[in-house]
């Protein structure tokens, strides 16, 4: 399994209050004592809200968790070119915009960045956004060269909109089962019978501030929602492809 969506916590490096919360730790050996036992064996490291800016708590995340893991990071607009050049070459591979938890929702200054970024690095943009307030953010998305949306797009009500997008080239994080508003199986469905190489799975660990954590039954709901072979792409293929990662080579 290729954990696509994954956060680490590691109180050596500063937080953010965000909208009043701060997390606890949950530091790279936290993570690998829960995910035992799933098969992971590369992921993606996002910087959430909560870490505003800062690069090296993600930095060093990368360096630990080593081969097989890349990283996702939030930046200013005014972010250096060399700085994104070194962030590459850390492992860093997209660039995140958290517009559900307050982010600077602007639609030119987002088209702006992200545009900058894959044109220096290759870098994809992700969004952190309720699908059901797309309208603005739809054209920019659909204008980008690469482009994902975090947990299922959050709601029911955003549903229709982002299947439109995945139509376009849109990828869709299959995360945080436990703070999404909608029925999980049937939108896992309607993503992959309208792109069957959309659907990224991670854990979403540590599940910050959501109705519940992740939970390995929803390893199992992947699996029974979309059938074995369908699984298989979206638990590791689909990710592998999107991040540049490698598949492991079968042990001799």
């Not at 250096?80 to 492992?91: P, S, T």
């Amino acid at each position: 399994m290729i954990d696509a969506h994954l956060h680490v916590i590691d109180p050596r490096f500063p937080l953010v209050p965000n909208q009043g919360y701060v997390p606890p730790p949950f530091t790279v050996e936290d993570y690998r004592r829960r995910v035992r036992g799933l098969g992971v064996v590369g992921g993606a490291v996002v910087s959430g809200s909560f870490q505003g800016h800062d690069q090296d708590c993600l930095r060093a995340a990368l360096a630990e968790l080593g081969p097989g893991f890349v990283g996702v990071t939030q930046l200013p607009p005014t972010v250096a070119d060399e700085q994104v050049r070194e962030l590459h070459g850390a492992g860093v591979r997209a660039v995140r915009f958290t517009l559900h938890r307050g982010g600077d929702a602007d639609p030119a200054g987002i088209e702006r960045l992200a545009r900058r970024v894959h044109d220096l690095a290759g870098w994809h943009a992700e969004f952190y956004l309720d699908a059901a307030a797309l309208e603005h953010l739809a054209p920019v998305l659909r204008r980008l060269p690469r482009a994902g949306v975090d947990h299922l797009g959050m709601s029911a009500a955003g549903l229709p909109r982002l299947l439109e997008l995945v139509g376009q080239g849109v990828k869709v994080k299959a995360t945080g089962f436990g703070r999404v508003h909608l029925d999980v199986r049937d939108a896992l469905r309607r993503i992959h019978a309208v792109d069957p190489t959309a659907l990224l799975f991670g854990t979403d660990l540590p599940s910050t501030r959501a109705e519940r954590p992740f939970q390995d039954k929803d390893v199992r709901l992947v699996r029974e929602a979309l059938g074995p072979d369908a699984a298989e792409s979206v638990l590791h293929d689909n990710a592998a492809a999107w991040y540049g990662l490698p598949r492991p080579s079968p042990a001799p």
